[in-house]
């Protein structure tokens, strides 16, 4: 798992952070606010850790991260398919849903490039 987050404001927060997960097949977000049309008959227990988590529905989600340089253009990316598991420790996206919306992690330079160029920055933290 890599601890690179992207805020959605300027000031680090974890709560409005995500971890871009190389492990996790799923993505699991802890704010009902976050979700644009949770189907709440998606519920289930899934296994997280050495311990489980009450998923409470699943939607798409739109994240508007911070963007490389300063532009003030907001881009979007939707995530399809993200658990709402009220009360998970962190936010986590999954990598492979991030292919899946053609955006791609460059851990050695931070940023997440689409179509070969830089399309956010990435901000590392040990040990989130």
Known sequence: MANFTSSTLKTFRKED????N????I???N???WFDQLDENHVKYIKAGITGADVRGISTITLR???AGASPIRKEILIR???YIPGFHTNIVSAGAM???GLFPDTELNVVRRNRDIFYNLTYHDRL
């Open 17 to 20: 952070s995500f971890i871009i």
């Open 22 to 25: 190389t492990s996790s097949q």
């Open 27 to 29: 993505s699991v977000y």
């Open 31 to 33: 704010n009902r606010d």
């Open 65 to 67: 991260p911070t963007l």
């Open 81 to 83: 398919e993200v658990r």
């Open 99 to 101: 292919r899946e919306a």
